[in-house]
């Protein structure tokens, strides 16, 4: 038997979810069976997927796949292509099939998924209807984002979903973000990543004082709430892949697991993206100024100044006399093209593994005349004699805590003597545990604000 998998895209307003239901209209049903037609089949093939969808719920990248026998996989899976692109109906397409690796499986190779929630509390665009839920009254992107920071990381989330024999309810959630679209653009509203209704609901997102996190800690095994999902766009991206940190021997792997659940590699953003670039401008304002910078899909916090990062540019300030910095995880180079501006003496590394960002790092740095005091590097490139006066990060605490101390043992070392580390933590991501940890391998590290559900540590090279 050979397996294939299929990547997938539909959308789900005329499908009554993932799974085959006698009588309705299903993605799995309507695969199973243009497939088993187009390769003139006796018997529907059994589809596994990575992630079953409910009624009204679209798909931009679901990951499938399926067992076959047969004496010529790539010959079969160019002529599945080219057959379901002229078969399927308008609403459900296959981007991709192929011959699927050794121990493939679309369920639990998966490393990561991505939803998208897209709310409008102002009128609605008719056009956008399908892929977009109106909500009454206004909602707040920064009391989101508040509620939002005690769900990241690894948590067992019982208290937002059913109760399912033999499944674990425990999740590492590694990015959320809540986004204020501008009235006049594509997708006009708010667009949130919620968990479970929970930030946009009720409370949260509109100024009241009950928390997601609250719900998270005080709740979990002991009320499991059925699932609640509006009509918005649940976006799946899933597949298996690894990427790198700027650490060195690994570090860009994570780890999901929980009591009785194997760990499974997972990744986020620490990676080139394949896909086409798209481009676009955000703004901002920071150390009383405005800055407009380029950022494009495919890297970190690619809408805005991401909350952690804004917490960190506001409690600190940049030292003017200094004449080597870092930035580590630099992004599209927000942190390192402001350091270069405000410090008309310094060299700034940049480091990032992801070379889109890199690149958009670059075309910053040009665009606000720095381009010659920041040099945008992949961390291999990065010269070890260096020491730098500072090192400013947003670290990515989610990637596991053996991982992240291994990338600051990597980089805290090159910290000139007397010099300093600004970074900021979630308080709920094990800030105070870090700086803890910093303290008992050899530095001085003191918390120097909290805000937002952020600290800022300083953490010094010992004299």
Not at 230 to 254: I, Y
Not at 347 to 362: I, S
């Amino acid at each position: 038997m050979t397996r294939f998998r299929l990547d997938i895209g539909y959308d789900g307003t005329g499908f009554h979810g993932w799974a085959a239901q006698d009588g309705l209209r299903t993605v799995q049903d309507e695969l199973q069976t243009w497939i088993a037609r187009t390769l003139r089949l006796d018997q529907p093939v059994a589809l596994v997927c990575a992630g079953r969808t409910d009624a009204g719920v679209h798909a931009r990248g679901q990951v499938a796949h399926f067992d076959l026998d047969t004496d010529a996989p790539e010959e079969l899976a160019a002529t599945l292509a080219r057959r379901l692109r002229r078969a399927l109906p308008e609403d459900l397409v296959v981007h991709r099939a192929g011959v699927a690796p050794a121990g493939f499986d679309a369920r639990f190779a998966a490393v990561w998924r991505r939803y998208a929630y897209r709310l409008a509390d102002r009128p609605l665009d008719p056009l956008l209807r399908t892929v977009t839920t109106p909500v009454r009254g206004s909602l707040d992107v920064e009391l989101i984002a508040a509620a939002a920071a005690p769900l990241l990381g690894l948590h067992d989330f019982a208290a937002f979903c059913r109760a399912r024999e033999g499944a674990t309810t425990i999740r590492d959630l590694q990015w959320l973000q809540a986004v204020r679209l501008p009235r006049r653009g594509r997708r006009p509203g708010g667009r949130v990543l919620p968990l479970d209704g929970a930030l946009a609901g009720r409370r949260p997102g509109r100024g009241r004082h009950r928390t997601p996190g609250r719900r998270l800690a005080g709740r979990a095994g002991r009320h499991r709430r059925p699932q609640r999902r509006g009509a918005g766009d649940g976006a799946r991206r899933t597949g298996a892949g690894g990427g790198r940190l700027p650490g060195g021997r690994g570090a860009g792997r994570a780890r999901r697991g929980g009591p009785g659940e194997a760990g499974t590699t997972m990744t986020h953003y620490f990676e080139t993206p394949s896909g086409p670039e798209r481009r676009r401008d955000v703004r901002m304002r920071f150390w009383e100024r405005d800055w407009t910078f380029a950022t494009a899909n495919g890297v970190f916090s690619a809408d805005g100044l991401d909350l952690g990062t804004a917490v960190l540019l506001r409690e600190s300030s940049p030292p003017p006399r200094a004449s080597r910095l870092l930035d580590l995880g630099c992004g599209y180079g927000v942190i390192a093209v402001a350091l270069a501006t405000a410090c008309p003496d310094a060299v700034v590394d940049a480091v990032d593994v992801n070379e889109r960002a890199l690149e958009l790092t670059a075309a910053n740095a040009a665009a606000h005349g720095v381009a010659d005091r920041v040099r945008p590097l992949l961390p291999e490139q990065a010269d070890p004699a260096v020491r730098y006066d500072e090192l400013w990060s947003n670290p990515p605490i989610r990637i596991g805590k053996e991982a992240l101390h291994e990338l600051l043992l990597t980089w805290l070392p090159r910290l000139a003597p007397g010099g300093v580390a600004r970074l900021v933590v979630g308080r709920n991501l094990g800030a105070d545990s870090l700086q803890a940890w910093l303290n008992e391998h050899g530095f001085v590290c003191t918390r120097i604000a909290s805000a937002k559900g952020f600290r800022v540590l300083n953490a010094t090279t010992k004299p």
